[in-house]
């Protein structure tokens, strides 16, 4: 493991009876509490793909990053079809730079009626392949974590017709460095014929995190047959870490389990062979299950170390397909971990 994991509190995280919740990201706020930022939508439309088209970015506080967090507003909600990110928010990611709350996320929109329960919404939808075709990257600033928010009416990363992100961008993963410039690995699909390819992971970086934000290659950041989804990064001295969702297993040795890598300059990162984090839970009630899903993994850092690792997680057996019940849950980290003595090299 990347790190030495404490039992998971069994009352702790964040979840809503009547939503699915997903997503999950944290940040100490001005009142000294934390706040989670989350994606809701509700249990009327099926898990998956329900959150293409009524997702919405949530926040809740809890006195401590263990929770359990207290629903307390809708952060980003529906604003209409005719703004880009106007029918869903999600893939919320929160940083506190200075006096400032960054909000990176994803948003869509499409020009249907909202889905109703039992009105045969799925994967083949209009509205799901529409918004599917619509996810982009924004980012909404504020000076509070209470907000207000203020939203841009265009995405900080789009498409870029005949590239690897030809098709779609979303999972935006930043690192805001101390002068206010950004990192950015985001989730890429390019168009194939009318349909898409799989996911990719792009780089982006911007001077400032107001943009403008320029992708740095004409090529995906890992080779094909590196299959990943949901990263997070973090700067070190050396460079970057990041953490990701392996989709194969055939990086870390577990099928969704997770995937660490590291990079000297964002661009150029080598993979090492261990485990990072695993489905494999053990609770504080003493039980250990495997969860249906471990996903959107997001570290929480006090005083420059990690004290914590949020995941979206359910309860299911086949991911989220069979899951009842969704939410965001938290591992308590106790120290650092690194294997780094060995590792897999991949090239740019």
């Not at 790190?3 to 699915?20: I, K, L, R, S, T």
């Not at 203020?150 to 460095?177: M, W, Y």
């Not at 990192?183 to 970086?205: C, D, N, P, S, W």
Request: glycine share 10%; proline share 8%; net charge negative.
């Amino acid at each position: 493991m990347l790190y030495n994991f404490m039992p998971a509190p069994v009352n702790g995280g964040f979840q809503m009876e009547d939503y699915w919740v997903w997503c999950g990201s944290v940040v100490q706020g001005e009142d000294g509490r934390f706040h989670i930022f989350a994606s809701r939508w509700p249990k009327s439309l099926p898990m998956h793909p329900g959150w293409l088209v009524q997702s919405e970015i949530v926040r809740a506080v809890a006195d401590q990053p263990e929770g359990p967090f207290t629903f307390q507003e809708v952060v980003l909600p529906a604003r209409g079809a005719e703004f880009w990110d106007g029918r869903s928010t999600h893939n919320p990611h929160i940083v506190k730079h200075k006096d400032k709350y960054l909000l990176f996320y994803m948003g869509s929109t499409h020009p249907f009626p909202d889905p109703i329960a039992g009105d045969g919404y799925d994967l083949q939808d209009p509205r799901c392949i529409v918004a599917r075709a619509n996810k982009r990257i924004g980012l909404a600033v504020a000076n509070s974590v209470n907000g207000p928010w203020e939203r841009r009416d265009v995405p900080i990363v789009s498409t870029r017709p005949g590239k690897f992100d030809s098709f779609l961008t979303s999972n935006p993963a930043p690192c805001v460095e101390e002068d206010g410039s950004v990192l950015l690995i985001y989730k890429a699909r390019q168009y194939e014929g009318h349909g898409h390819g799989k996911m990719t992971f792009g780089v982006a970086r911007a001077p400032h995190y107001e943009g403008p934000y320029l992708v740095m290659s004409e090529e995906p950041l890992f080779p094909p047959d590196v299959h990943l989804e949901d990263p997070f990064i973090w700067r070190t001295e050396d460079g970057y870490e990041l953490i990701a969702k392996d989709m194969d297993g055939n990086l870390c040795g577990e099928k969704y389990g997770g995937v660490h890598a590291s990079s000297t300059d964002g661009m150029n990162w080598r993979i090492h062979p261990s485990l990072a984090y695993s489905r494999n839970v053990s609770w504080d009630n003493g039980v250990t299950r495997t969860m249906g899903n471990l996903e959107r993994p997001f570290l929480f850092f006090q005083d420059g170390k990690p004290t914590h690792l949020f995941a979206a997680t359910s309860d299911g057996t086949k991911g989220f397909h069979d899951a009842s019940q969704t939410w965001n849950m938290v591992i308590p980290i106790t120290r650092e971990e690194y294997q780094q003595d060995q590792h897999k090299e991949v090239e740019e």
